[in-house]
């Protein structure tokens, strides 16, 4: 891809105005949506109305007036990119409060057998979820498949650890390290044969990976919305389960907002029907409003028109970094077809952390190049289509290259005394 190439895939973008909608600092490429999202600037908007006017002015009364009907207006637009119900999502809480509840609540339903797997291209967080638990439910072991390669999941491997271990098996559908795009109606079917349930981790895919919960039979799923969704630092989770499971299911965690009637201040907990009761303390409403903005713009571009995008820009760049920087001594950490990759490319390199804190320096009229390290040796670059243009795709493999050729790397430690 040369530079008038970019230029053209720029100007016939069908999502170019978007980019536009974010705060975009200045002599900055940001290759970390992956991670955490840009700003919407409607958010900022929204942040600015709700401290001013809901919280300043109207305090306490903003609960009736707008507050307590936030999560589910937003748990409905979230249903709506997923292929859900809208009584099926509620959103709240974090990933990882979301994963232990769900998971407790099919453990203590007695559904499925006792068996816990997942494998080991998971997040780590879900796999000490899932650690802490088997220790709760005095489960023998916490069983982990683990793959010859850190790119890949060998699904037949995964398939006959479901059938020796039938039970309830923790996946996350694009893995974090190198983007594997796990085949998910295929799995589900195939744990519904064998008489278990994939609880799926949507984090590294939603936004950027078209998903419909309907067409892959899937039954229970989670997330976070701070990645490809722009909801902010720390924005609160969502959740889906499958109506045909809510009433078999119990919230570990019976918090007040999961009560049939919270406001009766019963002392008996009585539990909500449905997703709501999936509920359980004070919905945190700065950060719930922030979020509404990102599924807002997620939604007007259309999560096909996206998907389509970000497979096209993360082609382009492997491409690339198999012409020009592979003999420099980079290597591709992630599936090389499209349709077994999410949205971010993995490279490694010798250099890896050094070629990190190189491009994050910039200088010499050269912009500041954020993507992000992950141990051992693997540099992530998330492509958000919202967002990230074909030029600075451009610019980024013209960057590495100047990296290594002109050994600028060597000015950095090699030592990793910060997280990016």
């Known amino acids: 891809m040369d530079l008038s190439l970019a230029k053209e895939l720029d100007q016939k973008d069908p999502l170019v105005q978007f980019r536009a909608r974010f705060f975009n600092p200045k002599n900055e490429l940001y290759f970390d949506g992956n991670s955490l999202g840009k700003l919407p600037l409607e958010a900022q908007k929204t942040l600015d109305q709700i401290i001013q006017k809901q919280w300043g002015e109207r305090l306490i009364r903003s609960w009736n007036e707008q507050w307590l009907e936030l999560p589910k207006r937003i748990a409905s637009k979230y249903a709506t990119l997923l292929g859900a119900d809208s009584n099926e999502v509620c959103i709240g809480e974090s990933t990882s409060v979301r994963l232990f509840q769900v998971l407790h609540a099919l453990l203590s339903s007695n559904l499925f057998p006792k068996h816990l797997t997942t494998d080991s291209l998971n997040f780590p967080t ?19 498949v683990s793959y010859p390669s850190e790119i890949n999941a060998n699904l037949n491997s995964l398939k006959e650890s479901i059938v020796q271990n039938p039970g309830i098996i923790c996946l996350s559908l ?8 796990y085949p998910m109606q295929l799995l589900n079917r195939w744990a519904e044969k064998h008489h278990s349930l994939i609880v799926w981790d949507l984090s590294h895919a939603v936004g950027a990976v078209s998903i419909d919960f ?4 899937t039954k229970i799923a989670l997330g976070c919305t701070y990645k490809y969704m722009n909801g902010g630092p720390g924005a609160p989770a969502f959740l889906y389960v499958n109506k045909t499971l809510q009433e078999r299911l ?20 009585v539990a909500a029907d449905g997703i709501d009761c999936f509920a359980s303390g004070t919905p945190s409403i700065l950060s719930m409003a922030a979020m509404e903005a990102g599924i807002d713009l997620v939604l007007e571009a259309g999560i096909e028109a996206i998907a389509k995008k970000s497979k096209k820009q993360t082609e382009l760049f492997i491409n690339s970094v198999q012409r020009i920087l592979t003999p420099l001594g980079y290597s591709i950490e992630s599936p090389i077809n499209s349709d077994q990759r999410g949205s971010h490319v993995t490279l490694s390199h010798p250099a890896s952390w050094q070629i990190c804190q190189a491009l994050l320096a910039g200088g010499n009229s050269k912009p500041k190049i954020i993507p992000d390290f992950r141990p051992p040796h693997f540099i992530r670059f998330g492509f958000t289509p919202l967002y990230t243009q074909y030029e600075e795709i451009f610019i980024l493999v013209n960057t590495l290259k100047s990296i290594v050729l002109s050994e600028s790397y060597l000015n950095f430690s090699k030592k990793k005394t910060t997280v990016t």
């Open 174 to 181: 694009v893995s974090y390290k190198s983007a594997f795009l």
């Open 250 to 269: 119990s919230n570990p965690i019976q918090g007040w907002f999961g009560h049939q009637r919270p406001f009766d201040f019963d002392t008996n907990y």
């Open 214 to 217: 309907k067409k892959t039979e």
């Open 126 to 144: 879900d796999l000490y979820i899932m650690d802490g638990l088997k220790k709760a439910f005095n489960i023998r072991f916490l069983n982990v």
